[in-house]
């Protein structure tokens, strides 16, 4: 007979902590019993489990992409955020919605590639979430077969949306009561937290299931990388510009950026650093969008022990005038989001002397 605690049993527990025990284990844990969350803890673990199957069909769909027809390349349609529609992100949207149809669970999802939320009304009686995600993250990635990501996040529904304009999403990120992503690299890997503390599972092909990989995940408060579009320096404000001439100028900086937000947050969140896609002079609101993806990372990275702020407040604070609202990020170890945010103090410093003198 094997000796308790060997070898065997430790890996033995790891496969057998899925994502949906783990996340039950959480709610479980660490809201009491007379908490209004306790009874949905049943809800989230359900939740995520669906989220979970559809990072296994679109991972599985990413996989074969190439010997598919009709998987890659665009649609020749233009979506509501005035970009070109890819195939995967058709795909990757309708997986979503197909995952949640008859759970229960969900009412709306909104997303990047919709105009409107997608109601499902014959989950609205009882599903009082909805489910808000960026289906392919780093569209661009897709066809030259780099890594992609989803990203995802939950709120509860505010009142009875009559209208049916979703108002009540217009609300801060503290509303968010789990937030993630999933990583289509060489393994697939979903991150997760539902305010407490970030987890990450790692699919296992042979199981079918997310596994643990790593629990309480902390950022470190600094890092090496940092990870922006260069190519949009002479764009950028000053004070953008100040930071990077900063980190060209000094030792222990390295640049990474590979047009997958997914992948660069997920570098970070384990060895350090900060990502930014600030606004431009023609678009001070950036590119990334609040509700689908800068948001839910923010929670992410603040529950790592890091840092999310547009350069001027904190993205957890922004209150969205509208679903699709973009705005400018800056996330990751606290120390350089802090850093990035000296610059940009500064040159509004100056800015307010000059302007009084
Ligand atoms: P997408 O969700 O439409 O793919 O857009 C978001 C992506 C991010 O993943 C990435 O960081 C950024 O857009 C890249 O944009 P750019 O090519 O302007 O650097
Ligand atoms: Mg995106």
Redesign the pocket.
Known sequence: MTAPNSLSDHSLDRDCTTLSRHVLQQLVSTHKADSPLAPAAQDISAIMNRIALAGKLIARRLSRAGLVDNALGFTGEVNV?G?SVKRMDVYANDVFISVFKQSGLVCRLAS?EMEHPYYIPENCPIGRYTLLY?P?????NVDINLNV?SIFSIRQQEGEDLDGKATDLLQDGHKQIAAGYILYGPSTILVYSVGAGVHSFILDPSLGEFILAQENMQVPQHGPVYSV?E??FWQWEESIRDYIRYVHRHEGYTAR?S????G?IHRILMQGGVFL?PGTRHKPEG??RLLY?TAPLAFLMEQAGGKGSTGSEALMDVIPGELHQRTPAILGSAEDVELVQSFIQERLREAEFANVH
């Open positions: 955020q970009e990047e960026d392919i993250d780093g569209s661009s990501g579009n190519g949009n950026y047009g997958a937000l997914v660069d896609y590119k990334l993806e």
